[in-house]
């Protein structure tokens, strides 16, 4: 079975390797027929380069930590929110009936088109593109999170009740480790939505960070600066992706395949 | 444990259902005490009464001198075994954390036949196993009665009779007072000291079996007719 799982794992990685690989030809082949000039489509050789120049000068590499830790913050306190949320919602039957409006209404909200406001109340510091990333990341973290928390199997938590746990108790001991894989998931989605997030929060006055690298590479009319951005950002967003889901997949594997038996 | 006048209703499509119909019944603190009757019959219903997860709507539940039930430890119809924790956790999980002990443990885990299983988590364990958890983690909080509600009716017939046999080993050693809920004729007849119809609401005749020795060969003619006593008197029910 292990071993099933391993050659698949091999042959997904293949397969993505031959995507690539096709991807790549077509890009050059697409560069290299004069249609579009190499300001608009830039060759991977010449994406290439500007990346190797980047790599060489550590620019890149400050980007990434720029970015990366406006990203943490960000994404740090969106769960933190998100997760006293949740456990309000559980815990305080009303609560949400007094801020689930509120939540709902902001959910609908573009964190972008509160820049201007961001800026104006925060001004062009570090808070602002926080605020962003908080936004960008929250809601997908708060839904999956309350829902692992209402979703405690009602057998379970008889148990809990038999034997006279009080209700904080069945709250650490049963709701929170049931809804491990949806605070999982959640976290997931939501550290992906703060990449994505990171042009936006980078676009108020940011001086660093892969946000930064885009536009100013936009504004310097270097679209292989550009792509060198975009690609970074993808394969960063694809690393965190990958250890989220390692560590969906160890939950997954500690509890079985099964319900809650 | 004695139970007087149990009143519960639900309301099922508008209608008002009662299930429980002013039930008396005594429960010796040692014996095992068998409810038996058709499934829907309410034999759930005043097991989780006892329990105490649902409120009955007129009646009273005391043990021994006190007002309340006591200590109840409960097996349900399936194992409900917390799917994050190893059997060794699920065991003392409802133990507090200061009582638990490692000489406990071991007993258990000797007693329920789960010793070199400690660390399994329950989803690599058989149905008859996650049982065992069960019933470890309910002695493991050191009731004082054991509420068991149709606790191998999931299982296949070797397992369950296994089970059952472990199950009088178990009593023999702990000697809690057990009531045990099924509507199988030959799993009451195996396990019960007293076997009680439940019908109606109330509970019906009660058969004394507490003279007859375990293990119980059911195809003895003294079993055979008390099987058919029962088989008669559930039918007189029915009709």
Redesign the interface.
């Known amino acids: 079975m292990a071993e099933k799982e391993k050659s698949g794992g091999i042959r997904r990685g293949w397969e993505t390797i031959w995507g690539m690989g096709i991807l790549l030809i077509v890009w050059q082949m697409a560069a290299g027929s004069g249609i579009w000039s190499a300001y608009v489509l830039p060759p991977p050789a010449k994406v290439a380069r500007a990346l190797t120049k980047l790599v060489e000068s550590g620019v890149l590499f400050c980007h990434i930590l720029v970015s990366g830790r406006r990203v943490l913050t960000g994404f740090s306190i969106a769960f933190a929110l998100a997760m006293a949320g949740g456990i309000l919602a559980t815990q305080v039957h009303t609560a949400e009936e007094y801020y689930g409006g509120l939540l709902e209404f902001m959910r609908n909200v573009p964190p972008i088109s509160l820049i201007a406001l961001l800026i104006l109340w925060f001004g062009i510091g570090e808070i602002s593109k926080i605020i962003i990333i908080v936004l960008a990341s929250f809601f997908p973290m708060y839904l999956n999170i309350r829902k692992g928390f209402f979703s405690a199997s009602i057998r379970l938590l008889e148990v809990g009740d038999v034997f006279r746990l009080t209700r904080w108790q069945k709250f650490c001991r049963i709701v929170l480790p049931s809804a491990v894989p949806d605070i999982l998931v959640g976290m997931r989605i939501g550290l992906g939505y703060s990449w994505r997030a990171i042009i936006g929060a980078e676009m108020i006055a940011a001086s660093n960070g892969l946000g930064y690298l885009i536009l100013d590479a936009q504004q310097m009319s270097r679209s292989d600066k550009v792509i060198v951005g975009i690609l970074t950002i993808g394969t960063v967003g694809i690393l965190c992706d990958k250890i989220f889901s390692l560590l969906i997949g160890r939950v997954a594997g500690v509890r079985g395949a099964g319900g809650v038996g | 444990m004695r139970i007087r006048g149990l009143r519960k209703s639900y309301q099922v499509s508008g209608r008002c259902l009662e299930v429980l119909k002013g039930l008396d019944l005594d429960l010796a603190d040692e014996g095992i005490t068998v409810v038996l009757g058709r499934s829907g019959c309410g034999k759930t219903t005043l097991l989780r009464l006892i329990?105490?997860?649902e409120t009955a709507d007129w009646g009273e539940i005391a043990g021994g001198e006190m007002t309340d039930p006591g200590k109840?430890?409960?097996i349900?119809q399936?194992?409900?075994?917390?799917?994050?924790?190893t059997v060794e956790k699920n065991i003392l999980?409802?133990v507090k954390k200061k009582r638990q002990d490692r000489e406990t443990l071991s007993y258990l885990l000797a007693l329920t036949g789960l010793i070199g299983f400690e660390k399994a988590?329950?989803?690599?364990l058989s149905g008859g196993m996650?049982q065992r958890v069960a019933l470890a983690r309910a002695l493991a909080?050191e009731p004082d009665f054991l509420l068991m509600d149709e606790p191998f009716a999931a299982l296949d017939y070797f397992t369950r009779t296994q089970m059952q046999q472990e199950l009088l080993r178990i009593h023999q050693k702990e000697n809690k007072g057990i009531l045990f809920v099924t509507h199988s004729i030959e799993e009451a007849l195996t396990l019960g000291t007293k076997i009680v119809i439940l019908e109606n609401g109330i509970c019906g005749k009660s058969y004394d079996l507490g003279d007859v020795a375990f293990p119980r060969d059911l195809l003895s003619e003294e079993m055979l007719s008390r099987k058919r006593e029962l088989i008669l008197r559930i039918e007189e029910y029915c009709q």
């Open positions: 329990a105490g997860l109840i430890g409960v349900f399936e194992p409900r075994l917390m799917p994050w924790l999980f409802g988590r329950p989803f690599q996650q909080y």
